[in-house]
């Protein structure tokens, strides 16, 4: 509970404090300390809440108002700041046609292909100082490189996949958006950039600084046998090199070129609906001076904001089981936040809009140790086995948030080099080993394919024995799993005996405890011996957003079109549910471009 003890003077407020003694250290204790010197030195009580904290923040707005009802004033009386010396805005409304709050991949794709369908007078937001991006992968099926490299994906057979491991909760509408048109997206994505890239094999050298478009963990080995795969991983992953960067910079200056607007270090703060009913009319704005303005859309506001993982109290609301997850997200705002606090879902929500119903899903795949995700044996810190190691990150991170200590240890032997060819080829996995760290392909992201003994040239993909030597290395080896068990500080009996039971297994081709398939269960014979220890992940971004239907409307708690409002990208629901799947590498980035190309063509033709 939060108590609120305003000071009147003069029937204006001069003082403000407020205690809650239950708020979360550095959470809600941050809105406890921030917002009563607001409220006393504007005399408002309708300032801007802590966006990392907006169920106190709101607590506490409430908690002033009913402190002037029990005064006998009126507490709407109080929701304008008392006047000052400083300078009003300039120009305190814009009138648009359509304004899009944010400018990373989604919201940049559908600019663009808003303008290349005929839009016009078109204002982009951005609360970063330029526009955002991360990564370098982009998931689709269909386009260009794909047939040159005679790859076929089964749409059906990918969004089932993805359906069935997000527990058959999204909408299987918005998704077919995705595998329908995401081949055509993605050469519309490069063809901005033609004349200036290059497409060439993953195991290629590279330079780290051209542009340079690769398919991703192509070709497979033959050995690994995908067919079979527990999990399927489907190759619908291309890898952008550098990065994204320089691709999205050639669709920001289409679009800036074509007169879109562009205004950085700009906070949206609030949807305009008069009285919450019919259509958006626009979006009120803080610059980074404090300054307010009013950009009106006389077509549509596009939500394209991103999810809310670094808010955390929306991740304690929605996602209680994964708040703990520390978040890696990289891009900050104008203030140096993080960008993706959930601005959108909270903008939509409070003018009536529906999030979607969960469980949220929160992408928090592991990418294992030093061979990655691949099925070697694992065990707890009791030294016992637990699982069928051959799933993806994801499944993988679900059991081991269960486990004692949150802790596991990836174990086997000498033969490695020989074995990894044979393991899955997604997101994480490790298929080739080579000699020296130069042909270990730079510019990798994330868990790369090939490995070394010694890093490679840029740094990017750790070698072998960086893992298991020096005073920051975390692995340990042995020559007997006696000595192993000693390093690992695990039960010596417990962890022999189930070495000699996996082994058991190995030789009979036949999993019966587990199940994993027979080409991937290999014994643990022949010294030295390996284990590391994988531990809890962190957090990149957590899917949950506004519902929409497949036209991208934002919806209203009675599942009726908000008119004038859509969102796209991670501020969208429908998408991704339970857990973020893994079958589709690259699918989150393949869905901001491919749905933000088709929402922006949507928004040319109101």
């Not at 923040?57 to 000052?84: C, H, M, R, W, Y």
């Amino acid at each position: 509970d939060v108590t609120v003890t305003l000071t009147l003077t003069d029937g204006k407020i001069t003082g403000c404090t407020a205690e809650g003694a239950d708020e979360t250290e550095g959470v809600g204790s941050k809105a406890i300390e921030q917002l009563p010197g607001e409220i006393a030195e504007s005399g408002s009580i309708a300032v801007d809440g802590v966006s990392t904290a907006t169920i106190t923040s709101n607590a506490i707005k409430e908690a002033a108002a009913a402190a002037i009802t029990a005064a006998g004033l009126k507490p709407e009386d109080f929701q304008t700041a008392v006047e000052n010396n400083a300078e009003p805005a300039e120009d305190s409304t814009v009138d648009t046609d359509i304004v899009i709050v944010g400018a990373g991949l989604s919201g940049i794709s559908a600019a663009r292909a808003a303008v290349e369908s005929g839009a016009k007078n078109i204002v982009v937001v951005e609360k970063a100082t330029t526009w955002q991006y991360r990564s370098n992968q982009v998931g689709c099926i269909g386009g260009k490189i794909q047939e040159d490299l005679g790859i076929h994906i089964d749409k059906n057979a990918a969004v089932g996949q993805i359906m069935k491991e997000c527990g058959y909760r999204p909408n299987q509408r918005i998704l077919n958006l995705w595998a329908d048109n995401s081949g055509e997206a993605f050469d519309w994505f490069l063809a901005a950039s033609e004349g200036q890239y290059v497409v060439e094999a993953e195991s290629d050298t590279y330079d780290g600084k051209s542009m340079s478009v690769r398919k991703m963990h192509w070709p497979h080995p033959a050995e690994a046998n995908i067919a079979d795969d527990f999990y399927p991983i489907f190759d619908d992953c291309q890898i952008c090199l550098p990065d994204n960067g320089p691709y999205i910079q050639n669709m920001v200056d289409i679009c800036e070129k074509a007169g879109v607007q562009f205004l950085y270090s700009t906070f949206a703060r609030q949807l305009v609906r008069p009285d919450n009913a019919g259509r958006v009319e626009g979006v009120i704005v803080e610059d980074e001076n404090g300054d307010y303005k009013k950009i009106t859309a006389s077509k549509a506001v596009l939500l394209a904001t991103g999810d809310y993982a670094s808010n955390a109290e929306m991740m304690s609301y929605y996602v209680p089981w994964s708040d703990r997850f520390m978040s890696i997200f990289p891009n900050v705002d104008a203030k140096g936040e993080k960008t993706n606090t959930g601005d959108g879902q909270q903008m939509g929500m409070w003018i009536g809009a529906k999030m979607e119903d969960g469980p949220h899903a929160p992408m928090t795949h592991h990418l294992g140790g030093p061979l990655g995700m691949d099925a070697f044996l694992l065990v707890d810190i009791n030294g016992e086995r637990f699982m069928n190691e051959d799933v993806g990150g994801q499944p993988f991170q679900n059991q081991l948030s269960r486990l004692p200590k949150k802790t596991a240890w990836q174990i086997f032997d000498s033969k490695w080099k020989d074995q990894i060819k044979y393991m899955d080829t997604g997101h994480g996995n490790v298929n080739w080993y080579v000699e020296s760290g130069a042909d270990v392909p730079n510019g990798s992201y994330g868990k790369n394919a090939y490995i070394s003994d010694e890093d490679n040239e840029d740094g990017n993909t750790p070698g072998f024995l960086s893992y298991f030597e020096g005073e920051k290395a975390l692995g340990v080896t042995a020559n007997s799993i006696a000595e192993l068990a000693k390093l690992m500080e695990v039960d010596e009996a417990a962890l022999t005996a189930t070495i000699e039971r996996y082994n058991e297994l190995a030789a009979a081709g036949n999993d019966e405890d587990f199940g994993k398939r027979a080409d991937r269960l290999f014994p643990v014979e022949e010294g030295p011996f390996y284990a590391y220890p994988l531990t809890d992940t962190v957090i990149l971004v957590n899917m949950g957003g506004l519902q929409t239907d497949v036209d991208f409307n934002v919806m209203d708690t009675e599942d009726e079109v908000i008119e004038g409002l859509y969102a796209v990208g991670n501020a969208q629901g429908g998408r991704f549910l339970v857990d973020y799947p893994l079958p589709a590498p690259g699918i989150s980035h393949g869905m901001a471009l491919t749905h933000g190309m088709l929402v922006g063509r949507i928004l040319a033709q109101l």
